[in-house]
């Protein structure tokens, strides 16, 4: 259930948790013992094993009936450890039932900041959440990088520096070689850019580099949202929005307004299958000539 506090306006984020309240969460097996729900907001990685379950992302709170179902057809074990790749509502809506149900919750610094008060976000959000509940804030927080072991499984946490927000963390699986991104890559979906947490234009461009740096042609990413991919994803990604920021940026410096810049169509080449999820092409340009 929804809490009444946080229904504030009939825009993205309510839409975004009537939808989650009925749609489909799957499950995909990926390597090793290692698998991927999606359906609930941002895809959740589930890591199973001795020590019980792991899961990077926790979805949207409506999400929680259909999370459960699907995390008990893998198997019965407790969630031990949840880690929150950054603060967003479709990432973190689970922390607070997660960590009722035994799970310590990890995150990077900035993430608990701004859990643990209110955060307005702009763009087509236009929404303003409310400080999370005590048991849905991490309890542990690193600054940069954090490694640890778990089911016979190490996990490598590395902070981005200021990106799609200021809180965003990659989670790198070397024996499975799984990278977990977040919202640092939205596999042919738009990405929200979160300036008023932080995150800019180039800032999710500099993230993308740093992904596609880190990967090999047989590495597994799992994105923030969209299917599961790999290296060539991450460079189409990285491509879409240099063209994109480059257009915008060669129109503002020539005077063009807003609305003409979205007239323009500057993602023209990519818009009928990029624009359908969180950023229609409009949105996105938006965001783009912000940071520009």
Do not use: C
């Not at 097996?29 to 792991?54: E, F, K």
């Not at 818009?271 to 999820?277: F, I, T, V």
Request: aromatic share 8%; hydrophobic share 40%.
């Amino acid at each position: 259930m929804v809490p009444e506090a946080v229904l504030n306006t009939g825009g993205l984020v309510e839409g975004a948790f009537k939808e989650a309240a009925t749609a489909k969460v799957t499950v995909q097996n990926l390597r090793r013992n290692i698998s991927i729900l999606s359906g609930a907001g941002g895809n959740i990685a589930v890591l199973t094993g001795p020590d019980g379950m792991l899961l990077v992302d926790a979805g949207i709170i409506t999400a929680h009936p259909h999370v459960s179902e699907v995390l008990a057809s893998i198997n019965r074990d407790p969630i031990r450890l949840l880690i929150n790749t950054h603060w967003h509502f479709d990432h973190t809506g689970g922390n607070e039932w997660m960590h009722e149900a035994g799970a310590t919750i990890l995150a990077h610094e900035n993430t608990r900041k701004h859990l643990s008060q209110p955060t307005r976000v702009e763009g087509n959000w236009q929404y303003t959440f409310p400080a999370a509940p005590e048991g849905a804030i991490p309890s542990i927080v690193f600054k940069d990088e954090h490694t640890l072991d778990f089911n016979n499984t190490t996990l490598m946490l590395k902070y981005y520096s200021p990106a799609h927000t200021d809180s965003d963390i990659s989670v790198y699986f070397p024996e499975a070689d799984i990278l977990h991104t977040g919202d640092t890559f939205w596999n042919r979906d738009y990405p929200f850019i979160d300036y008023a947490s932080g995150g800019s234009i180039d800032g999710h461009i500099s993230a993308a580099e740093a992904n596609i740096a880190k990967v090999t042609d047989k590495t597994i990413v799992i994105p923030g949202h969209g299917a599961v991919g790999g290296k060539a994803d991450l460079i189409l990604f990285r491509d879409v929005l240099v063209e994109i920021r480059d257009k915008v940026a060669a129109l503002k410096r020539q005077g063009k307004t807003l609305p003409e810049v979205i007239s323009a169509k500057p993602g023209a080449r990519y818009d009928a299958e990029w624009g359908n999820l969180f950023q229609n092409p409009a949105d996105f340009a938006a965001l783009v000539y912000q940071g520009v």
